[in-house]
């Protein structure tokens, strides 16, 4: 990543997986800021488990409707068996890429996973007032 720009500090209110390619970046936590900081409240849950708000990149192959089903599958099939193969996987995990299990990668996974996102970012977007024009 020569001539790239790097981060200086990742903001992970969870200090979570932090990506092999970020590794000199520094957590908030090596910055001094515990988890447990006034700032991190607002993102935490009332009852105090997980984060009300989580916010990541995710990427997915996707088919235009009425796609035979065999032909998902096959397709479906050989993205997970390209996942599973060491030297795909080490490339993309050297660009910070995190490969989800197996489970999290069938197209019925995929189909609530896509809907749970489209629920938790609908009231935001609607609050904004944005929208889209062509």
Same mark, same amino acid.
């Given at each position: 990543?020569a001539?790239c720009?790097r981060?200086?500090?990742?903001?992970?209110?969870?200090?979570?997986?932090r990506?092999?390619v970020?590794? $000199?970046?520094?957590?908030?936590? $090596?910055?001094?800021?515990?988890?447990?900081d006034r700032?991190?409240?607002?993102?935490?849950?009332? $009852?105090?488990?997980?984060?009300?708000f989580?916010a990541?990149?995710?990427?997915?192959?996707?088919?235009p409707?009425?796609?035979?089903?065999?032909?998902?599958?096959k397709?479906?099939?050989?993205?997970?068996?390209?996942?599973?193969?060491?030297?795909?996987?080490?490339?993309?995990?050297?660009i910070?890429?995190?490969?989800?299990?197996p489970?999290?990668?069938?197209p019925a996974?995929?189909?609530?996973?896509?809907?749970?996102?489209?629920?938790?970012?609908?009231?935001?977007?609607?609050?904004?007032?944005?929208?889209?024009?062509?």
């Amino acid at each position: 990543m020569a001539g790239c720009r790097r981060p200086r500090r990742l903001h992970r209110p969870d200090h979570s997986h932090r990506p092999s390619v970020l590794d $000199d970046a520094g957590t908030d936590a $090596d910055h001094g800021i515990p988890l447990g900081d006034r700032a991190y409240q607002r993102y935490r849950r009332a $009852d105090g488990g997980g984060l009300r708000f989580q916010a990541g990149t995710w990427f997915a192959l996707f088919l235009p409707k009425g796609t035979p089903a065999p032909i998902v599958k096959k397709l479906n099939d050989a993205t997970a068996k390209v996942l599973a193969a060491d030297e795909p996987r080490q490339r993309l995990e050297a660009i910070g890429a995190v490969i989800v299990s197996p489970d999290r990668m069938t197209p019925a996974y995929l189909k609530r996973f896509v809907a749970e996102e489209v629920d938790k970012w609908k009231g935001p977007i609607e609050r904004t007032g944005v929208s889209i024009s062509q």
